[in-house]
C-alpha cells in the first residue's frame, strides 16, 4: 500500500470525505438524481474503506474513487429507463385542456439539487461560474440521452478538464477509444443543452428576481407574466404537464395553479441558477413545504420555471419544514 495512504482511520476517512462533494457532482451528473448521486457515493466510500489495503497507489487517490464511483454509476444505469425533463416527455399542453392526471414516478425525472452539495461555491468566481453551467438542468437532461460510456467520457474531458490519457486509465480503455466516444457525445448533445442563463450575481439578475418575488406572493399575476419572456416554459414535476408562453402561464396560475395563491418563497442556489423553496398556506400562519422551484432567466427575463412537486427535497436544502407567522 502506498505510504501516503497508511494513515490512522480517522485521518483516511478525513481523506475520502475530502472528495465527496466532486464525487457527487460526479455521479449527479451521471445520474439525474441528487438521492441516487449520494447513494453511489456512499457505496463509492464503503467500498473504498474496505478495500484500502488492497489500494497499490499506482494512480491517486482520488482517481481511484473516481474510478470506483464510475463502475457504481455504471451498473445503476442498466436500466433502460433515462430521466428526463417533462418537455422531453411529449408536447406542450393548452392550458385550457390541462388535465393533470396521475402522478408519474419519481425516478422518470431529472431531479434537482443544491449546488454547495456538488460544487464548491466558494472557490475561484470563474471556476464556480463553468460548474454551475454544467449543473443546469437543460445541460444534466441532455446528458441522460448518451450512453453510459459516452456519458462519463463527456463529463470527465468536457466538465472536470481530465486528460485523455487520464480518462484512459481510469476507464480501462485507450486514448483513441477515448477521443472517439467525446467525438460521438459531443454529436449527441449538440442543441441539446439549452442556451446559456444570465449569471445569478448580476445586479439585474438580483432586481428581477426580487420582483419576481414580489409578484408571486402576492399573487400578482400580470405584474408576474410582466418578468416572462415570450417562449418562457412551465414544467411541475411529478406530471409531465408542461406550458409554454405568458399567456399560458396566466391562466394557469388563476386556474387550477391558483393553489399557489398566498405561497412564501425562501431562495436557495439550485442547480447552478437561482430558485425558492415554495410553501403552501395550510391555516393562518402556517406555510408548509410544496414545491422547489427552479427560476431561469436569460436576457433579463424568465425563461424556465420549473417546479418540482417533492416536498421531501426541501431538507437536501437545508430548508425549515415550515414557515409560521
Given at each position: 500500500m502506498s505510504s501516503s495512504l497508511s494513515m490512522a482511520g480517522t485521518d483516511l476517512e478525513r481523506a475520502l470525505e475530502s472528495h465527496r462533494r466532486e464525487l457527487t457532482?460526479?455521479?449527479?451528473?451521471?445520474?439525474?438524481?441528487?438521492?441516487?448521486?449520494?447513494?453511489?457515493?456512499?457505496?463509492?466510500?464503503?467500498?473504498?474503506?474496505?478495500?484500502?489495503?488492497?489500494?497499490?497507489?499506482?494512480?491517486?487517490?482520488?482517481?481511484?474513487?473516481?474510478?470506483?464511483?464510475?463502475?457504481?454509476?455504471?451498473?445503476?444505469?442498466?436500466?433502460?429507463?433515462?430521466?428526463?425533463?417533462?418537455?422531453?416527455?411529449?408536447?406542450?399542453?393548452?392550458?385550457a385542456e390541462v388535465v393533470l392526471g396521475d402522478q408519474l414516478p419519481e425516478h422518470m425525472f431529472v431531479q434537482p439539487i443544491a449546488d454547495e452539495r456538488v460544487i464548491d461555491v466558494d472557490g475561484d468566481p470563474a471556476d464556480v461560474a463553468a460548474a454551475r453551467e454544467s449543473i443546469r438542468l437543460a445541460f444534466v437532461a441532455a446528458l441522460q440521452h448518451l450512453?453510459?460510456?459516452?456519458?462519463?467520457?463527456?463529463?470527465?474531458?468536457?466538465?472536470?478538464?481530465?486528460?485523455?490519457?487520464?480518462?484512459?486509465?481510469?476507464?480501462?480503455?485507450?486514448?483513441?477509444?477515448?477521443?472517439?466516444?467525446?467525438?460521438?457525445?459531443?454529436?449527441?448533445?449538440?442543441?441539446?443543452?439549452?442556451?446559456?442563463?444570465d449569471p445569478t450575481l448580476d445586479p439585474d439578475h438580483r432586481a428581477l428576481l426580487a420582483r419576481y418575488v414580489d409578484a408571486f406572493e402576492r399573487y400578482d399575476i400580470p405584474a408576474l407574466v410582466g418578468l416572462l419572456r415570450d417562449d418562457v416554459v412551465l414544467s411541475m414535476p411529478p406530471w409531465d404537464v408542461w406550458l409554454r408562453g405568458p399567456q399560458e402561464l396566466a391562466d394557469w396560475f388563476l386556474g387550477t395553479g391558483i393553489v399557489c395563491e398566498h405561497g412564501r418563497l425562501l431562495p436557495i442556489n439550485v442547480n447552478g441558477t437561482a430558485g425558492y423553496g415554495n410553501y403552501h398556506l395550510v391555516r393562518p400562519g402556517l406555510w408548509e413545504p410544496w414545491a422547489v422551484q427552479v427560476i431561469e432567466v436569460a436576457g433579463g427575463r424568465i425563461v424556465g420555471h420549473h417546479n418540482f412537486l417533492f416536498p421531501e427535497l426541501f431538507a437536501e436544502f437545508g430548508l425549515p419544514d415550515r414557515i409560521e407567522a
Amino acid at each position: 500500500m502506498s505510504s501516503s495512504l497508511s494513515m490512522a482511520g480517522t485521518d483516511l476517512e478525513r481523506a475520502l470525505e475530502s472528495h465527496r462533494r466532486e464525487l457527487t457532482g460526479y455521479c449527479y451528473r451521471m445520474m439525474g438524481a441528487g438521492s441516487e448521486a449520494e447513494d453511489a457515493v456512499q457505496e463509492t466510500m464503503v467500498r473504498a474503506w474496505a478495500s484500502i489495503d488492497r489500494f497499490e497507489g499506482r494512480s491517486s487517490l482520488r482517481t481511484w474513487l473516481y474510478s470506483i464511483a464510475n463502475n457504481i454509476c455504471i451498473d445503476m444505469l442498466r436500466s433502460p429507463q433515462r430521466r428526463a425533463r417533462p418537455m422531453e416527455m411529449g408536447p406542450s399542453t393548452a392550458t385550457a385542456e390541462v388535465v393533470l392526471g396521475d402522478q408519474l414516478p419519481e425516478h422518470m425525472f431529472v431531479q434537482p439539487i443544491a449546488d454547495e452539495r456538488v460544487i464548491d461555491v466558494d472557490g475561484d468566481p470563474a471556476d464556480v461560474a463553468a460548474a454551475r453551467e454544467s449543473i443546469r438542468l437543460a445541460f444534466v437532461a441532455a446528458l441522460q440521452h448518451l450512453p453510459a460510456r459516452q456519458r462519463s467520457v463527456l463529463i470527465l474531458r468536457e466538465v472536470l478538464q481530465w486528460q485523455a490519457t487520464e480518462v484512459a486509465e481510469l476507464l480501462e480503455t485507450t486514448v483513441a477509444s477515448v477521443n472517439s466516444a467525446l467525438q460521438r457525445a459531443r454529436a449527441t448533445l449538440a442543441g441539446m443543452q439549452g442556451e446559456a442563463l444570465d449569471p445569478t450575481l448580476d445586479p439585474d439578475h438580483r432586481a428581477l428576481l426580487a420582483r419576481y418575488v414580489d409578484a408571486f406572493e402576492r399573487y400578482d399575476i400580470p405584474a408576474l407574466v410582466g418578468l416572462l419572456r415570450d417562449d418562457v416554459v412551465l414544467s411541475m414535476p411529478p406530471w409531465d404537464v408542461w406550458l409554454r408562453g405568458p399567456q399560458e402561464l396566466a391562466d394557469w396560475f388563476l386556474g387550477t395553479g391558483i393553489v399557489c395563491e398566498h405561497g412564501r418563497l425562501l431562495p436557495i442556489n439550485v442547480n447552478g441558477t437561482a430558485g425558492y423553496g415554495n410553501y403552501h398556506l395550510v391555516r393562518p400562519g402556517l406555510w408548509e413545504p410544496w414545491a422547489v422551484q427552479v427560476i431561469e432567466v436569460a436576457g433579463g427575463r424568465i425563461v424556465g420555471h420549473h417546479n418540482f412537486l417533492f416536498p421531501e427535497l426541501f431538507a437536501e436544502f437545508g430548508l425549515p419544514d415550515r414557515i409560521e407567522a
